[in-house]
């Protein structure tokens, strides 16, 4: 774990340099509260030899935001977990595609193809962005880590790369009296749920970005967008 809350400060998202400190997708363990994988998910509701490979990534993170919103304890993930059931993979197919069809045709920069492809995926739940899409590189990137730390404000982060995507959600809980105790809540459709104190949030994001840059290196930057659901 980190000596302190600014030690990995420099190194956030930068995977070659984590990686030098030892800090791989594993440190993400402690984290996790509730497993998911939605390879899974898709060929439990399609059936073995279907093609899953694409995923439901956006979808999956918008409809995590929207039963969160509305519950947060209920059973989200497990085998009586809403995000097994047929019908909310049948419908996050849906959502999928109409993310990939509307960013495709979204806008000159990458960043208002994904502000189009988002916003259509959000619709579907009966949510909305806020403001507009910010880039963060994989580098050093202050201005992330400060919008994950704003509590109440859930998030979508689209990893991107060269022909490359993921896409996860985070939410910052206000924690208890005085702002003590908040943590990130953080889902990747990937790995599940994880729950995370603030003042390991450096340390954390550090070890995702390392997990994704060593699975793909053409992984470069996350795109966020801020959701209201």
Known sequence: MPKSVDEFDNLAFMADGAKALGITGAALRPYLVAAYSQGSALTQALGAGSD????????????WIRTHQAN????????????NTQQVINEARQVQLAYQQNKATGGASEAEAQRTGLSAAARRYNMSLH????????????????????????????????G???????????????????HLYLFDP???????????????????TTRYKLLDKRFMYFFRAAIVP
Do not use: W
């Open 52 to 63: 899953v490979a694409g995923g439901v990534c956006v979808a999956l993170s918008m409809f």
């Open 72 to 83: 947060r304890n209920a059973p989200r993930f497990g085998a009586a977990g809403l995000f």
């Open 131 to 162: 403001g507009t899409v910010h880039r963060h590189d994989f580098t050093n990137d202050a201005g992330l880590l400060t919008a994950l730390r704003q509590s109440h404000n859930y998030n979508v982060l689209a990893l991107s790369g060269f």
């Open 164 to 182: 490359v995507g993921h896409a996860m959600a985070t939410y910052l809980s206000s924690g208890k009296l005085f702002g003590y105790g908040k």
């Open 190 to 208: 990937n790995i599940g749920e994880l729950k995370i104190p603030e003042a390991e949030i450096n340390y954390a994001m550090a070890a995702l």
